[in-house]
Every structure is written in structure tokens, then in C-alpha cells.
């Protein structure tokens, strides 16, 4: 298992726009490079990428929070 | 009514200071907001009374409508000031506040929300007489979309009509690329704005961004206070602002601005507000959008027209005709406004937040700062990235960029990225300085 963290201050959003559906659900397969989260920096959105393939195991934020830079984000479980 | 004795301030960084300075030179109470991350900043400790609002990010304070009738209730405030950006545009919060029993220091939510929708926007120019770009009603299939663009002629642009902000824009030059391009740019109008509704405008080649200011109050006045030019800008994003626009001829000037009054009145606008404009090589002018607020660039068009934008709205909320006339305005001298923000220009514009740890200002004959920063602030990745705006004016539009380069000298950040830099470079070139130049201009010479 590995946690992404982030490499921005911000705020973590799990869906791409407020009216869309998140980017990945937990449980869900993502592939190395796949965008999972984005991070707000004054108003510019950063996308948070999976280091490896492997299964979203949880998310360590909610929609919204306020983020530090190094802080994991989520846990992706190695295949 | 004798006019508010308290004012909200819903907003933050220098507009809230702006805001607090014109109200206490009214004789007017203001009220301050903030959220976790503003606690210590310079509108809390100016305004008298200051309301905490919630957590940091923007959705959970300075968007959150009922903290801040709640702020307005238990500070006893009689109006609200929304600033630019955040609720400032939007009709359900200006509806809220009148329903809350509060004056709303902007113009009527029928306004606000009229203006808000692009097409609804573009018809009501047209209703006005004001010129817009030659373009086609809503195109849903390809057929209709080439043939529109037959009677347009190309180059145009793919526009998304529930859009905003230069979102969903495609420029398209053949019939070809049309087929090529409509599929994707309605998918992607879906997606972003709920409604893949198209429609195709004429691609205007090098346009300018002119803009002209208004007030207009309760007693049937309409005034402008001449144009601003906005046309350096990076992603539509604005960079650098001046009034009056430079080489515009003055039957432009006159035209254009009596096209702006003439859509206010047509709308029963209130308060203070801006038409913009796009004008093309043959100094053609089209409607492009209004923006129903006091602007970032607002102090411009302060500087040559010696008017305080924001005592007029406290005045015009209070019911008071506007202090001044069409006839009484004289446009003098001319002013440029940098925006310096926290962002590295050499980094692709890259945020900067963090901490400014030396923040020393200019200052001398003409120069002014708007900021609501002060040293060993943290500059937010909450917020939008701008640190300060510098407005330097001149008894001409040479005297101006002189003292900008002046001040730009004087101006130290530390600790942050800045676009100091990049001004300074901008102010002492040739090309802009000759004027006027178009919208892709700074792109251009960035690349």
C-alpha cells in the first residue's frame, strides 16, 4: 500500500466540477499517472496523479478540506 | 431613506480595505469578515466590528450566504458591500440580502441575473442597439452550424452559451474543422456548463478589450466615466489596465460610451457597473459582456475622472442622486494599474503563496497602492493570488508609465514570487508603450 501526497498547500476536490462525479471511487482500479483528486492553489487547480497502478484503498480527506503540502491525500493498495 | 450607518463587508484582501476607507470617509460604520486563514489581517483590524465566518477554503466562508447575513444580523449592519469576485455577481445572494431586510451596495438581482446568462446578455444589447459580434442563434447540428458560418464568414468561434470566464471557446477556420471541432466543443460545454448548446460569433482578428465605467442611481442618472483599456492580458486573465484607451479616435470614445449608458438605461441598472467591449483594427466596437460590480481595475478610471467609485455606490444605495454630472466630468492626465500578484512568470505563472517577509511600498507624486497585505502576512493558497495593485497616474500617458517604472523600482517583495518583474519589463517597452496593442498581444511577447 502507498499514500500520495500532496505537493501543493490547498484545497482537495475529488470531482473534476462540483456538478460531476468524482474521479475515481474507492475500490476502484487506477493506472499509474491516473488523475484522482485536484488541489486548489489560488485559484489554480493541480492534478493528483497515482504513483503506481494498484486499488483506491480510502481517501484521507473530504471534499473541500483544506490541504498542507506533504499531507497524504489517499492510500492506493498495490495489486 | 437617510442611508446605511453600517456597512458588511462581504469580501476580503484590498478590496475589503477599499470598501472600509470610502465607508469611513462617509461617516459609515464598516464590518468585517473573516475566515480561519484572515484572521490577523489589515481589513479585520480597520473595520470596527469583525465577524469570523468559517474555515479557509472560500466555499466555507466567503461563499457561505447564511454566515454572512448571520455576520450582517448580529453586528446590527444596514447593508452589504459584496466587492468583486466571490457572491458579488450572483442574483440569489443579492435577493438574500434584500430579503434579509439590508440595502444591497450593487444593482437590483434582476440585473445582476439578466447580465449573468451570456445569450440573454447578447439579445438585450441587441434589444439596446449596442453592436454585438456578428454570430448565429444556438446550433445544435452540423448542418446549421456551416451554414451560420457561411453567412458569418470564417474564421469564427465555437462558443459555448451557457459559458463564461473564455471557457469553452474554440476558434474554427474551415468548414472542415468545423465538423472536426462542434462534437467535441458541445460534449465539453455539457460537461462544464450542463448545456452543450453552441453557438459560432465571427473571430475578430487582433481585438482590443475596452471597457467604459458606469453609475447609474435611483433618480434616472446614467454616467460614464469614460473607458478603460484592458487589452494586456495573459489566459483573459488581466494583467495591466489604463484609462483613458489609448489611439482610440474621439468619435470611438463618444460612441462607444453612449452605447454603454444606452444598455444601463435599457436595463434600469443601479449602481456602479461596466460594459465591455471588444474594438476591432477599424475601431468597430462590439458588446462582449457587463459586469454588474466595482471592478479589480476600478481605480483608473478613479484617477482621471477624480471620482470615488465606491462613495458613489454607498450613495447611490442610500438612495442619493450621483454627486456629479455628465457635463461636470473631465476626463485628465491618464493612469495605468499593475496588478502584482504572487505568481512566478518565469514558472508558467506558477501560484507563490507563503509568507512576505519584506514588503516595502513606493510611493511619490501620482502613485498608489491598493493591497490588504502587510509584511509577515501569509500570502493564502486559499484565495486568488493577488498581492497588491499599483495605480500610477501622470498629466499624460508618458508621465504615467514613468512613474510606474519609478515605483516598480521602489516596490520590494520577499518571500513570495512575484510579477514585479515582468512589469518592470512591461512599462519599459516600446511597443506598449507607443500603444495601443490587442488581447494576444502579451501572449505573444511571453512566448
Known amino acids: 500500500m502507498s499514500t500520495v501526497n500532496a505537493t501543493l498547500p490547498g484545497v482537495f476536490y475529488r470531482r473534476p466540477s462540483p456538478e460531476q462525479d468524482p474521479f475515481v471511487e474507492v475500490g476502484a482500479a487506477v493506472q499509474e499517472g491516473q488523475t484522482i483528486a485536484l488541489i486548489e492553489v489560488m485559484k489554480t487547480f493541480s492534478e493528483v496523479k497515482a504513483e503506481q497502478a494498484g486499488t483506491i484503498g480510502r481517501f484521507l480527506l473530504d471534499e473541500g478540506d483544506e490541504v498542507e503540502a506533504g499531507q497524504g491525500v489517499v492510500e492506493v493498495v498495490s495489486p | 431613506m437617510t442611508g446605511p450607518g453600517r456597512v458588511l463587508v462581504a469580501n476580503r484582501g484590498e478590496i475589503a480595505v477599499r470598501i472600509i476607507r470610502a465607508c469611513h470617509a462617509a461617516g459609515v460604520e464598516a464590518v468585517a ?47 452589504v458591500h459584496p466587492g468583486y469576485g466571490f457572491l458579488s455577481e450572483n442574483s440569489r445572494f443579492a435577493k438574500a440580502v434584500q430579503d434579509a431586510g439590508l440595502v444591497l451596495v450593487g444593482p437590483p438581482a434582476s440585473a445582476i441575473e439578466l447580465m449573468g446568462d451570456k445569450a440573454t446578455a447578447r439579445a438585450t444589447a441587441q434589444a439596446a442597439g449596442v453592436p454585438v459580434v456578428p454570430g448565429s442563434a444556438p446550433v445544435t447540428d452540423l448542418a446549421a452550424a456551416q451554414a451560420a458560418a457561411d453567412e458569418i464568414g470564417y474564421p469564427v468561434l465555437v462558443k459555448a452559451a451557457a459559458g463564461g470566464g473564455g471557457r469553452g471557446i474554440r476558434p474554427v477556420s474551415s468548414a472542415a474543422e468545423l465538423a472536426e471541432v462542434l462534437p467535441a466543443a458541445q460534449a465539453e460545454a455539457r460537461s462544464a456548463f450542463g448545456d452543450g448548446t453552441s453557438y459560432l460569433e465571427r473571430a475578430l482578428p487582433r ?36 484609462a483613458p484607451a489609448p489611439g482610440l479616435h474621439d468619435e470611438t470614445r463618444r460612441r462607444i460610451s453612449e452605447a454603454a449608458v444606452r444598455l444601463a438605461r435599457h436595463v ?79 514558472r508558467g505563472f506558477a501560484p507563490s503563496p507563503g509568507e512576505v517577509t519584506s514588503f516595502d511600498l513606493p510611493g511619490g ?43 516598480l523600482r521602489e516596490f520590494r517583495i520577499e518571500g513570495v514570487a512575484n510579477t514585479i518583474p515582468l512589469h518592470a519589463r512591461l512599462v519599459g517597452n516600446d511597443k506598449l508603450r507607443s500603444g495601443p496593442v490587442h488581447t494576444t498581444w502579451l501572449e505573444e511577447q511571453l512566448e
Open chain 2, 33 to 79: 469578515v473573516y475566515s480561519d486563514a484572515d484572521k490577523n489581517s489589515r481589513w479585520v483590524q480597520l473595520a470596527e466590528h469583525a465577524v469570523h465566518i468559517g474555515a479557509s477554503p472560500a466555499s466555507k466562508s466567503y461563499l457561505d450566504v447564511e454566515a454572512l447575513l448571520e455576520a450582517a444580523r448580529s453586528t446590527h449592519a444596514d447593508a
Open chain 2, 207 to 242: 481585438p482590443r478589450h475596452i471597457e467604459v465605467q458606469l453609475l447609474a442611481d435611483d433618480h434616472g442618472n446614467v454616467v460614464h466615466l469614460f473607458e478603460r483599456d484592458c487589452s494586456v492580458q495573459r489566459r483573459r486573465q488581466k494583467l495591466l489596465e489604463e
Open chain 2, 268 to 346: 434600469g441598472y443601479r449602481n456602479a457597473g461596466t460594459v465591455e467591449f471588444l474594438v476591432d483594427e477599424d475601431q468597430c466596437f462590439y458588446f462582449m459582456e457587463m459586469n454588474t460590480r466595482i471592478q479589480v481595475e476600478h481605480p483608473v478610471s478613479e484617477a482621471i475622472s477624480g471620482v470615488d467609485l465606491v462613495a458613489e455606490q454607498l450613495r447611490i444605495a442610500a438612495g442619493k442622486p450621483i454627486s456629479f454630472a455628465q457635463e461636470d466630468l473631465v476626463c485628465k492626465g491618464a493612469a495605468i494599474e499593475l496588478r502584482i500578484n504572487a505568481e512566478d512568470p518565469d
Open chain 2, 365 to 407: 507624486p501620482g502613485v498608489r497602492v491598493d493591497t490588504g497585505l502587510t509584511r509577515g502576512d501569509r500570502i493564502s493558497p486559499f484565495y486568488d493570488s493577488m498581492i497588491a495593485k499599483l495605480i500610477c497616474w501622470g498629466a499624460d500617458r508618458d508621465q504615467a508609465y514613468s512613474r510606474a517604472e519609478q515605483a
